[in-house]
């Protein structure tokens, strides 16, 4: 990003601004160490792939129960990250899945959930599809 664009920026759009690139950096390191990653719903995915997820984005809004999603991931995958949203539901959801998967012997790395979560709660984000909109916020501009 241009140095001039920088200048422009107030101090909370420079630590949004860098917020939003350690978002980046999570989802690149999220892409070689994990091997799936699951959110709550369409938005959600759409927004992980905007930051750069290569991996499979699975959603648990997609008609089938959880000891579904939990019974094809023990056959694809050993070790997942849950990034539903952060208010409550998105934590109930969570625990369950997170229960269940370790349960069928899948991994869940809580670490970039947590990561996710100090970031976005620091930039005033409670919901994944959020981060799009502070994409468009900052990029904008440009």
């Not at 664009?5 to 909370?12: A, Q, T, W």
């Not at 939990?70 to 934590?91: Q, R, W």
Request: aromatic share 8%; with cysteine.
């Amino acid at each position: 990003m241009p140095s001039i664009y920088l200048n422009r920026l107030s101090k909370e759009e420079r630590r949004k601004l860098e917020i939003y690139r350690d978002l980046e950096s999570l989802a690149y390191e999220m892409n070689l160490t994990l091997d799936a990653v699951i959110v709550e719903g369409s938005h959600d995915k759409a927004t992980l792939k905007s930051l750069g997820f290569k991996i499979p984005i699975l959603q648990v809004s997609c008609g089938r129960t959880f000891n579904q999603i939990v019974d094809d991931m023990v056959e694809k995958f050993k070790k997942v990250a849950i990034l539903t949203d952060f208010d409550e539901e998105g934590e109930r959801i969570s625990r369950k899945l997170t229960e269940l998967m370790e349960r069928g012997g899948v991994k869940v790395d809580s670490f970039y959930r947590n990561s996710f979560k100090k970031l976005m709660k620091e930039a005033g984000l409670t919901t994944l599809e959020s981060i799009y909109t502070l994409k468009q916020e900052l990029f904008s501009r440009t």
